[in-house]
């Protein structure tokens, strides 16, 4: 039996709150509930309790269902340590290189600042599994709200060496919107064209195209690929610095 196992549950309009279960304590956490009905619902029909809620990030549309989940199960709440101002009543904070548990499942965590100043995001070995927040999304990356396009390439390269075949899971379902303006800068990158037709195949079915993977990403997001030369040269910046790329990617998708 494997490890662990993720459950993507639809919340708000387009964001994504996962379950993390741990099947050897059976332990359960829940990442970024942006509210607390559909998770309640999905333990209910599991019989699950719930042991553990996670923020990547302050933002209410990831922490909106906490209050309730905590009053509901007791369970404890873990986020990033700088944001101990905007994110009430954390039990345990943590921060770039900690090593957090859910369960027997050792996750590692990575300061990832520029959609929010103190984002992180969070990576499980044992189910090949990134969670991301608003930080690296399939096909995008999130808004610079409180953070410069530098910091937020900075943070994006910390998941370049994960195994190729983690699975990416993030905060929103944007990839088909990201999938149009990445056409835009790189209309001639063939794997980039099959993945666009495979999400609108998964959308025209309301399935979701989430988890995404590393090296799908590396190879598709541009936002990942502001230091490949061709991206440079489709921008008529040849030569310029990956930071410089990425700045002119970020402003053209802030104005799509
Ligand atoms: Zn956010
Ligand atoms: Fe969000």
Not at 67 to 74: C, F, M, Q, R, S
Not at 97 to 103: A, E, F, K
Request: charged share 25%; net charge negative.
């Amino acid at each position: 039996m494997a490890a662990g196992e993720v459950i993507v549950i639809p919340c708000l309009s387009d964001n994504y709150t996962y379950l993390v279960r741990c099947h050897r304590s059976e332990m359960t956490a829940i990442i970024d509930p942006g509210e607390a009905a559909p998770v309640i619902a999905e333990l209910e029909e599991r019989d699950w309790s719930l042991d553990l809620v996670i923020n990547t990030h302050h933002h209410h549309d990831h922490i909106g269902g906490n209050a309730e989940l905590i009053k509901e199960y007791g369970a404890k709440l873990l986020g990033p340590g700088a944001e101990t101002a905007r994110i009430p009543d954390m039990d345990e904070t943590c921060g770039e290189g900690d090593q957090v548990l859910i369960g027997e499942l050792e996750g590692r965590v990575f300061d990832v600042p520029g959609h929010t100043s103190g984002h992180i995001a969070f990576y499980f070995p044992a189910i090949t599994a990134l969670f991301s927040g608003d930080s690296l999304f399939a096909l995008g990356c999130g808004r610079l709200f409180e953070g410069t396009p530098e910091q937020m390439w900075h943070s994006l390269q910390k998941f370049r060496n994960l195994p190729p075949s983690t699975q990416v899971y993030c905060g929103h379902e944007y990839t088909q919107a990201n999938a149009k303006f990445a056409k835009t800068i790189e209309p001639d990158n063939p794997i980039l064209t099959a993945r666009c037709q495979d999400i609108d195949g998964l959308r025209a079915r309301n399935i979701p195209t989430i988890p995404s993977r590393i090296d799908v990403e590396l190879a598709t997001n541009p936002f990942m690929r502001a230091d490949e030369p061709s991206v440079a040269a489709a921008l008529g910046m040849s030569g310029k610095s990956p930071v410089e790329v990425f700045t002119e990617i970020r402003k053209r998708k802030d104005s799509f």
